[in-house]
């Protein structure tokens, strides 16, 4: 990489990374910390009590070579029979909320909602009630990436009657438990959508590259703001909760300042970032015009009689307008971009995008081939949210990093350090952030990776029956921050015992 041309990213960088000045920073009493799992991650007990097939078990099952360490996913972290331990973990902590969720088949098996399954409900219940015991609010995601095989069935997130299922389904939750929650996630990052229904790498392993992602892009944003609406207008003025959304949300530079890096920066953004934010946050509603523009001229010029991108009809665009009481970030790096000279499939996202990813080789890496440390990243996304979407409420709903299995996590914590420095800077410079949820509570199923990446502020020995939790040096390195409320750059505890917080009863909603 040529150095001369990276002086601009220099000085974003020495502005919001050097840290330099001596300023401590602190967040305020009532910022809010939280660790976060989701259900396939963590819970095992894939057919236990009457839960139906989702499209992960069926992936799996069929394709066992998929899973990259051969690791048990149907057992997982076995959190449907740990759960206890996992909000004793939560307690210390010491957080203030814990984002989990709900798996859609757990409660209704075959993903319709006439029979419900009380069993898994119960569950719920259980975890629910485990939480509040200990004033640990839960923070519901509706659905992560586990769809009901049966709806797959029918094209899953391609078929628009989806939106009426998911609408279904988020009524079931919500009479069932919206008395004792008061943060809800409707669905977790619809940019998996590309890999699911494009590129089909991950489940339902749909292969349909340029016109099944938009598809599933559409029908999950609208199913959203259907379970949006739905909560505002049957649960909001008696419960009082919160609903949004949490879109992955990275950042990108251009790799030097040429003009066509730039344009290909910018263009990149549209369809990683203004793709989910533009349609809900923005005066104007609808996807954004350059999306539009770009797929509708490739798709002309590659014969087809209408542009790829469904269109949003007007009552859509209502519908979808406004439609959230927060952006969920899930925050991880940052890439650097220019053109593409690659060959991608056509058509395809990635040839719709039409850009190549690189980053600065002094950014330190995680075990995940495609997750770098990059601070500024963080600071710089959000003065971008609040440029362009004039200062929304802002939840880090996930920030994380994989290790090996060693529970002397260092390169954790100097992520876990710098991005919440940088956080820091973000607020002080006009970010409302509600809070923000360390990725991951403990070790789980890294999708396609298995458990050979490792989220986890605790270790989870996944050889052992029990499934045994052991806190690594980043769970009480976070545990410090939230009790000092400020990021030390030095302190580290000569053991790796750790003892139940005593901040509990800290927030009170
Ligand atoms: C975001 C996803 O929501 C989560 O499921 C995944 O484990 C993390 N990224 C890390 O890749």
């Not at 920073?25 to 007990?45: C, H, I, M, N, P």
């Not at 797959?152 to 009657?161: E, I, R, S």
């Not at 990108?252 to 890096?261: E, H, Q, R």
């Amino acid at each position: 990489m040529e150095l001369i041309f990276l002086f601009p990213l220099f000085i974003s960088l020495a502005v919001v990374s050097g840290w330099s000045d001596n300023k401590v920073r602190t967040f305020k009493k009532d910022f809010l910390f939280g660790a976060a799992s989701s259900a396939y991650q963590v819970e095992g007990a894939w057919d236990a009590d009457g839960k139906g097939e989702s499209i992960w078990d069926r992936y799996f099952h069929s394709n066992p070579e998929l899973v990259a360490d051969n690791s048990d996913v149907d057992t997982a972290a076995d959190s449907y029979h740990n759960y206890e331990r996992d909000v004793e973990m939560l307690r210390e902590l010491g957080v203030d909320y814990y984002r989990f969720s709900i798996a859609w088949t757990r409660i209704l098996p075959t993903g319709r909602s006439h029979n419900i399954n009380e069993k898994g409900v119960q569950y719920y219940n259980n975890l629910i009630d485990e939480l509040l015991k200990y004033n640990i609010q839960p923070m519901v995601t509706l659905y992560h990436f586990d769809l009901p095989q049966k709806l797959q069935d029918l094209g899953g997130w391609t078929n628009p009657l989806i939106v009426g299922w998911f609408e279904d389904y988020a009524r079931v939750v919500f009479e069932k438990f919206a008395d004792r929650v008061k943060y809800w996630v409707t669905v977790n990052q619809p940019s998996s959508c590309v890999m699911a229904y494009g590129e089909g790498v991950i489940a339902p392993g749909v292969v349909f590259n340029g016109v099944g992602e938009y598809l599933c892009i559409k029908n999950m944003l609208l199913a959203h703001a259907a379970a949006y609406r739905l909560y505002e207008k049957e649960y909001k003025k008696k419960y009082k909760g919160s609903v949004g959304i949490a879109l992955e949300l990275n950042w990108s530079d251009p790799i030097n300042n040429k003009t066509a890096n730039v344009e290909a920066t910018d263009r990149y953004k549209q369809f990683t970032l203004d793709l989910y934010l533009h349609p809900i946050w923005s005066k104007q509603g609808d996807f954004p015009s350059l999306v539009k523009e770009v797929i509708a001229k490739k798709s002309r010029e590659q014969g087809f009689k209408r542009s790829r991108l469904p269109v949003l009809s007007s009552e859509e665009k209502q519908m979808l307008k406004g439609s959230a009481d927060f952006i969920g970030i899930n925050h991880y790096t940052t890439n650097l971009v220019k053109p593409s000279k690659a060959q991608y499939i056509v058509p395809s996202f990635n040839d719709d995008v039409g850009v190549e990813l690189s980053y600065r080789k002094d950014w330190m890496q995680a075990k995940s081939p495609w997750l770098r440390s990059a601070p500024y990243g963080l600071y710089k996304l959000c003065l971008y949210i609040n440029k362009h979407y004039d200062y929304p409420k802002v939840f880090i709903t996930e920030h994380g990093w994989s290790t090996s299995q060693a529970l002397w996590d260092n390169s954790r914590v100097e992520n876990l350090r710098g991005y919440l420095k940088a956080l820091l800077f973000a607020i002080e410079d006009g970010t409302e952030v509600i809070g923000y949820t360390a990725w991951s509570l403990m070790d789980n199923v890294e999708w396609n990776a298995g458990v050979s990446e490792r989220f986890g502020l605790y270790e989870v020995d996944f050889d052992s029956k029990e499934k045994t939790r052991t806190a690594r040096l980043s769970a009480l390195v976070y545990k410090r921050i939230i009790e000092k409320r400020i990021v030390e750059s030095d302190w580290t505890p000569t053991n790796l015992d750790i003892n139940i917080s005593n901040k509990e009863g800290r927030v009170e909603l």
